[in-house]
C-alpha cells in the first residue's frame, strides 16, 4: 500500500508520483493525480515540491487503491479524452478508445459540411461517436440509439455538456425503434467479442458492461444482424460503416457482400489491425 507515513509527514508531488508508480503504471498514476489536483500535466511537471494537503493525498491514495484492485482509470476520474472532446463516462458504458476514432475519421470523410445529412448511430454507449459527429458536422442531423436507459442518460449529459443541439436520442435496440426512417450514414461500434473470449475476464474489461462487449460464440451475431438490416434504414448510395474484432475483417467483408453492398472496404487502425469496415449500399435499377 502507497503512503505509509504519519500524518504530519509532508509529501509533495513528485514523492507522490513516485509512491505510486511502485503499485501502478506511470501514466495512470498522473492522470489520477491531475484529476486529485484538478491540474494539467505540465502543472506535475513544473511544480514537482509542490505540497498536497492531507485531503489531496487521501484521495490520491484512494484513487491508486482502487486502480490496484483493476477499476479503470476512466471511471475512476469520471471522464475520458476522445478525439477533441472529453467525454463523462461511468461503469454503464464502455471507456472509448483511440481505435474508434478511426471510425469517426472515416465517417466524417463522407459527411459534407456545407449541406444535411443524415447519420445513425447504433449502440451510442457514451455518445462519444455521435456526438464527435454532430459537433464537426454542425449541419448534419444525428441520431444515436443505446438499449441501456444508464448510457442513454450519460449520453445526453455529455450532449448538454457539449452544447450539441443536432442530436436525437433514442432508446431502443438496434433499429426497432426506427421503423420506416432512412439515414444516409450508419455507423456502429458494437459488440464483438466472443462471449468464451477470455480477455473478457481480463484487465479493464472485467469492469466495463459485458452486454457492450460480448457477442455470440464468434463475436459477429451483432455486426451480422446490423448489415442485414441497414439496407431497410439506408437512403439509396448510403453508407455503413462499423468498428470490429482484430480479426474479423475478411469476415465482415463477405456478410456485406451478402447484402449486396458495394465499394466494400477495410481500414487499419494506428497499429496497422483491420478495425473498421463497411460498403455502399448497391441500388439494383
Known amino acids: 500500500m502507497i503512503?505509509?507515513?504519519?500524518k504530519m509527514q509532508r509529501v509533495t508531488i513528485s514523492q507522490a508520483l513516485t509512491s505510486a508508480c511502485r503499485d501502478i503504471d506511470r501514466i495512470d498514476a498522473r492522470l489520477l493525480l491531475q484529476y486529485v489536483l484538478d491540474a494539467?500535466?505540465?502543472?506535475?511537471?513544473?511544480?514537482p515540491d509542490q505540497i498536497l494537503t492531507a485531503q489531496q493525498l487521501e484521495e490520491f491514495r484512494r484513487l491508486v487503491e482502487r486502480r490496484i484492485d483493476g477499476v479503470p482509470v476512466a471511471y475512476l476520474t469520471g471522464e475520458r479524452a476522445f478525439y477533441d472532446l472529453i467525454l463523462s463516462v461511468n461503469e454503464a458504458v464502455l471507456i472509448p478508445r483511440p481505435e474508434t476514432e478511426l471510425l469517426v475519421e472515416l465517417a466524417l470523410q463522407l459527411i459534407p459540411l456545407d449541406r444535411p445529412c443524415r447519420v445513425l448511430d447504433l449502440g451510442t454507449g457514451s455518445g462519444a461517436i455521435a456526438i464527435t459527429i454532430a459537433k464537426h458536422r454542425p449541419q448534419s442531423h444525428v441520431t444515436?440509439?443505446?438499449?441501456?436507459?444508464a448510457a442513454m442518460a450519460v449520453c445526453q449529459s455529455n450532449a448538454q455538456n457539449l452544447q450539441i443541439h443536432n442530436l436525437q436520442l433514442i432508446e431502443g435496440s438496434w433499429f426497432d425503434e426506427l421503423s420506416g426512417e432512412r439515414f444516409d450514414l450508419i455507423v456502429?461500434?458494437?459488440?464483438y467479442v466472443a462471449g468464451?473470449?477470455?480477455h473478457l475476464q481480463q484487465g479493464d474489461l472485467r469492469f466495463e458492461p459485458q452486454v457492450a462487449l460480448a457477442a455470440g460464440d464468434d463475436g459477429l451475431s451483432c455486426i451480422n444482424h446490423i448489415i442485414h438490416k441497414a439496407p431497410?434504414?439506408?437512403?439509396?448510395?448510403?453508407w455503413l460503416l462499423f468498428e470490429h474484432g482484430y480479426n474479423q475483417a475478411s469476415a465482415c467483408r463477405r456478410l456485406l457482400q451478402d447484402r449486396d453492398f458495394s465499394n466494400i472496404c477495410s481500414h487499419p487502425d494506428l497499429a496497422g489491425i483491420m478495425r473498421v469496415s463497411g460498403g455502399q449500399l448497391n441500388f439494383v435499377e
Not at 40 to 47: D, G, Y
Not at 188 to 191: H, L, V
Not at 232 to 238: F, V
Open 196 to 198: 468464451n473470449d477470455p
Open 40 to 47: 494539467a500535466q505540465a502543472h506535475l511537471l513544473t511544480h
Open 188 to 191: 456502429s461500434n458494437p459488440p
Open 144 to 149: 444515436a440509439v443505446d438499449v441501456s436507459p
Open 3 to 6: 503512503f505509509q507515513c504519519s
Open 232 to 238: 431497410d434504414h439506408l437512403e439509396k448510395g448510403g
